[in-house]
């Protein structure tokens, strides 16, 4: 056994959970999760959406205090009442949304709340430089945050946990909006900061990453753990297939038996005949932003009863706009679209409601949720609003 090998081996976990459970209301979001972070290690958490992946995260950094188990930094009790406490502990989180000051500069965004009194400021952007290089990202420190892309603003979020020297760094779908360069990029990160010592949890969905980066992996489905893996590039599918794992499995259906039951489920879909029914068409469509730049051009589309039509890219090739158009909140520069059959590019989001259309923004806490109002006080407004 090598020398390295050798220390792993001796070395205590930075983290331990014992059979940790969460519920929210008669919700059961986590039920029985134990889990080692050891230092050194990429532990990716997998699991479907809603499986409780976020929800663990935001137990371990103090977001949410779980109801029943236990956790440990290194051998030690640990129960954080607030995420502040978890920094204390060298524990940091990267969320999924920002949280940054886009009138500020990156600098500035970076120093908030890591210091106190009067602030050296070349001093302090001659330590960022160090951290930068140390994990091999690059930053504009003058640059204004509302001027950059998704991807350096996810770079700024993990140079702020950074900053901190964490111990534990755990990343929530850090990989999810960013461009592959960038993703690549950050997977490089999270090795040099492995390397360090620290442990690091990414979740994510992606089998690519999972391959390249994690030295373990745990799958979580409906809040328990159903599978772990100390070699995940060499059980990918065994992973995919706990992700996936449905009870018909577990009373004995073989993996044929439910290949035929889906086979003759699809044959007596109503969904199998030809699809004719028009139900949304798009012609030229094309949009502008505030400045003039055009970002959407002759878009041109049509989708029938029935169908699940995808439309990929990466972010910021004209998604997001298309799908404000279709929802009545940005107006088309040019192009029609028709529900039904019915003109509706000029008009209103209550009339395209009322005409059936409706929409989930890819942005719900800014977009989809009046978060000062109950979830019973929304849908009444909704319905009056029809």
Known sequence: ???????????????????????????????????????????????????????????????????????????????????????AHGIAMVHQHFSLVDDASVLDNLLLGQARGWLNRQREAARLREVLESVGLTLQLDAKVADLSVGERQRIEIVKCLMREPRLLLLDEPTAVLLPAEIDALLDSCERVAKRGCAVVLVTHKLKEICRIATHATVLQSGRVVARSAAPSAEIDRLVHAMIHRPDHERGETDDDMASRLSLAESRSPYSRPLTEEVLQIDGLSARDAEGVTRLEHCTLVVNRGEIVGIAGVEGNGQSELGAVLAGMASAS????????????????????????????EDRHAVGCVTGMSVADVSQKAVANL
């Open 1 to 87: 056994m090598s020398a390295l090998a050798a220390a792993a081996a001796r070395a205590e976990p930075i983290l331990s959970l014992t059979d940790i459970g969460k519920h929210f209301g008669s919700f059961t979001a986590l039920e029985g999760v134990s889990l080692d972070l050891m230092p050194g290690d990429v532990h990716c958490l997998l699991g479907e959406n809603g499986a409780g992946k976020s929800t663990l995260c935001n137990v371990i950094f103090g977001v949410h205090q779980p109801d029943a188990g236990a956790m440990h930094v290194n051998g030690t009790p640990y129960r954080p009442k607030n995420p502040r406490e978890a920094l």
């Open 334 to 361: 040019a192009g029609r679209f028709f529900v039904a059959g019915r003109d509706m590019t000029h008009a209103s989001p209550r009339e395209l409601t009322q005409a059936g259309v409706g929409i989930v923004p």
